[in-house]
C-alpha cells in the first residue's frame, strides 16, 4: 500500500497535536509537522487551507481534516482504507486537550506580498 502525503499542522506541546503525531507514527505514515505556534506563515497555511483556525489540522493526500483530534485521525484513517485498524497502545492520550487550552495568546496573522 502507497504511503499518503501528510501534512499535520500541530504545535509543538498541545495533548491534541501530541494524539495527532502519536497515531501517524503508529502506522508509521511519515508525516510533514509543521510547526503552527511559532510559525505565523505555517498557521496562516492552514487557515487558508481548513478555513478555520482551530488546530490540530490534518491534511491527507489534499483531505483537510480539519480541528481533529488523533482518535479522530485514527478513525477517518483506517474508515478510508488508508490503514487497517491497529490494537497497539501508542503511550500518550489520542484526545487530551493543550496543557495551555486555557491560556492561549492570540496573534495577528498577516500576509507578506
Known amino acids: 500500500m502507497e504511503k499518503p502525503k501528510i501534512i499535520a499542522y500541530l504545535k509543538p506541546f498541545c495533548g491534541w497535536s501530541q494524539g495527532v503525531r502519536a497515531v501517524l507514527r503508529k502506522y508509521d505514515l511519515p508525516f510533514e509537522d509543521r510547526d503552527i505556534w511559532n ?38 484513517l483506517i474508515g478510508n482504507g488508508v490503514v487497517a485498524k491497529d490494537h497497539a497502545p ?12 486555557g491560556e492561549v495568546v492570540s496573534t495577528p496573522i498577516t500576509l507578506k506580498k
Do not use: T, Y
Not at 45 to 55: A, F, N, P, T, V
Not at 90 to 101: F, M, R, S, T, Y
Open 90 to 101: 501508542v503511550g500518550v492520550p489520542i484526545n487530551a486537550p493543550c496543557a495551555d487550552h
Open 39 to 76: 510559525d505565523s506563515q505555517q498557521r496562516l497555511e492552514m487557515i487558508q487551507k481548513s478555513g478555520q483556525e482551530l488546530s490540530p489540522c490534518v491534511e491527507v493526500n489534499g483531505h483537510m481534516l480539519a480541528d481533529i483530534s488523533g482518535e479522530e485521525v485514527e478513525a477517518w
